[in-house]
């Protein structure tokens, strides 16, 4: 089976980057506006759809589709990453418990 091409980091960012830009926000914000734009532009905030977009398109899935919504969205994307961290974090938690278990019961 071939591999399909996929975008690089960098292009992933450039597309949520654009994305952002599109972000319509509401008349109803009165002067906010600036200061919700401030915090989209925020480095950080890129990490999470870059990754979605990535584990999208290694999955199978276009771009188009992972960042459109179509099917899925964004924001449940980020979503789900947020629950794998946490799966991870029990996960490594877990196995640390054992690990000092172990330890404790080779030291008896």
Known sequence: ??????HGPDELKTLVEEGLER??????LHGQATSVRY???VGGK???PVIALAVGEALGAPVEQVSTGEGG???????????LSE???????ELTR????????AGA
């Open 1 to 6: 089976m071939p591999v399909p091409d996929l």
């Open 23 to 28: 972000i319509d926000l509401w008349p109803e």
């Open 39 to 41: 915090a989209l532009e």
């Open 46 to 48: 890129r990490v999470r």
């Open 73 to 83: 969205s964004p924001e449940r994307a980020s979503e789900l990453l947020g629950e």
């Open 87 to 93: 799966l991870a974090k029990a996960g490594e938690e």
């Open 98 to 105: 054992a690990q000092r278990a172990a330890e404790a019961d």
